[in-house]
């Protein structure tokens, strides 16, 4: 597995966002806010909405983005097919570990969630 994660892999442009906005399911937890929706091809994709107005500082929305790619690649064999917009929640902790099992945790929900629609 490469150490990086491939642009197929992205979703980049505003009508893929629109869609996975329109028709997924939106869940949360303390520091993430994901929307998760059928990808409709073989793999899963990723789509990063990390705002300005949660966290002011290029560093800290640059840790969330570098978080949820690194948590995504490492997981994306086991999410079946789904595409994920992933959005940090303004929160005062920024351990990385307890950030990482957050995000999975909530990506295994959304499987989950898949499952029974």
């Known amino acids: 597995m490469s150490s990086s994660l491939a642009h197929s892999v992205r979703i980049t ?13 939106h869940s949360q937890s303390k520091f993430w806010k994901i929307v998760a929706n059928d990808s409709g091809n073989g793999f899963s ?9 949660e966290y002011k500082r290029a560093v800290d929305r640059n840790l969330f983005k ?11 064999d086991n999410l079946d097919h789904l595409d994920f917009v992933v ?8 351990n990385n570990s ?5 995000l999975i945790t909530l990506m295994k929900n959304a499987k ?4 029974t629609q």
């Open 45 to 53: 994709r990723l789509g990063l909405a990390i705002s300005k107005k």
């Open 87 to 94: 959005m940090a929640k303004k929160s005062k902790s920024k």
């Open 98 to 102: 307890e950030l990482t099992l957050d």
């Open 13 to 25: 442009n505003a009508k893929e966002f629109a869609h996975v906005f329109k028709k997924g399911f």
């Open 112 to 115: 989950t969630k898949a499952k």
């Open 66 to 76: 570098r978080l949820a790619r690194e948590t995504f690649r490492k997981n994306q």
